[in-house]
């Protein structure tokens, strides 16, 4: 069966135009979540293999997501206030990296489902710039608000059903710290330096 996006068949490896540096730049927001294999972390379709079924799947089962509507409330819901709110009040802090990971995930999973076509899948990537810009000035920043946040998160479902569902904290850890090491050249954050978002946009 061949893909409605991409006229490929859906076993067939995705082969999308190369990112500009800000396009590279919003979608590796994503890149904390992004750990397996499967995952495509330098174009906007976030598959390495064409699977709209399964973009579809994990909305629905991570994030009770079935249409555009319900996608659009719950990005909504992320850029302005998501995890982080309740940490506000707790800590008097607001680390939004987590959100704007998770918010970047879902939007590139949307396109993926067919929710959300290219041009409006951007627009609200580019949504993210300006609080992400003024919380952050470099991807180190970024990856320690994220950590910091998902760390609370865990220790808020133990003991709960959900204490086994997400990956250990140290698998995270390990995600980021190879994220961050200059020498690893496939990292999309040694690719798209955190300062291009600052400076005209242009081809890789």
């Known amino acids: 069966m061949f893909d409605r996006l991409w006229g490929r068949r859906r076993d067939r490896l995705v082969l999308s135009p190369p990112l500009s540096t800000h396009q590279l730049w919003l979608v590796s927001l994503s890149a904390p979540v992004n750990r397996g294999p499967e995952a495509s972390r330098t174009a906007l379709y976030p598959f390495r293999y064409a699977d709209d079924a399964r973009a579809q799947r994990w909305l629905r089962e991570q994030w009770e997501i079935a249409d555009r509507a319900e996608l659009l409330s719950r990005l909504e819901g992320l850029l302005t206030d998501g995890y982080r709110a309740p940490l506000a009040e707790r800590f008097r802090i607001e680390p939004i990296a987590w959100d704007v990971a998770l918010y970047t995930d879902v939007v590139r999973k949307g396109f993926a489902a067919g929710y959300l076509d290219e041009p409006t899948a951007w627009r609200l990537l580019r949504a993210t710039v300006p609080p992400t810009t003024a919380a952050y000035d470099s991807w180190r920043a970024f990856a320690d608000d994220y950590l910091l946040v998902r760390l609370v998160w865990m220790n808020g479902l133990r003991s709960t059903r959900d204490a086994d569902f997400p990956a250990p904290q140290a698998v995270?850890?390990?995600?980021?710290?190879?994220?961050?090491?200059p020498a690893n050249t496939q990292s999309p954050w040694n690719q798209a330096p955190w300062e291009v978002i600052t400076r005209p946009d242009r081809p890789r």
């Open 172 to 181: 995270s850890d390990a995600h980021l710290r190879t994220l961050l090491d």
